[in-house]
């Protein structure tokens, strides 16, 4: 009975650090873009930004991303990149799959030169996204 309950004990406590270490972000965006990709396989130009209300949660607890557009968009993380570090930004890779089960790639951006503007990228094959943010309680 006693190493049952001494399972039980490491058991709560190693639950309780992983969700120590593992957080729940929030963005709101201010604008979108989008860039397409055209028959000949090269990329278009991204379109004029529009106004966007969007938010977008980035959960580290559940491994996933949420965009809550008009059509709520969801994202599992499949695996987390390294992240990237430059003279003008700081890049946050993630390898996802929607909801649909579509690959595609989110980079969450620091533009260290541009008063650490936030960008929110979502890359498919195809298409891509881009999200003005900032963070957002």
């Known amino acids: 009975m006693k190493i049952l309950k001494s399972l039980l004990v490491c058991l709560l406590v190693s639950f309780s650090i992983q969700n120590l270490t593992a957080q729940v ?3 709101k965006a201010t604008s979108y873009s989008i860039a397409e990709k055209d028959a000949n396989g ?6 004029e930004f529009k106004e966007s209300t969007v938010v977008i949660t980035l959960d580290g607890n559940k491994d996933r991303v949420i ?3 008009k059509e ?3 994202f ?9 570090t430059t003279e003008d930004d700081d890049t946050v890779p993630l390898n996802c799959t929607d ?3 579509g690959a595609c790639t989110i980079l969450i951006i620091t533009r260290k030169k541009q008063n650490n503007r936030k960008q929110f990228y979502i890359n498919y094959a195809d298409v891509k996204f881009v ?3 900032y963070s957002w309680d």
Request: charged share 15%; net charge positive; glycine share 16%.
């Open 99 to 101: 909801n649909g089960g």
């Open 25 to 27: 972000y929030r963005f």
């Open 131 to 133: 999200y003005n943010v």
């Open 42 to 47: 090269k990329w278009g130009e991204w379109s």
């Open 76 to 84: 599992t993380i499949d695996t987390y990149g390294k992240n990237v």
């Open 72 to 74: 709520l968009q969801l």
């Open 67 to 69: 965009v809550g557009s």
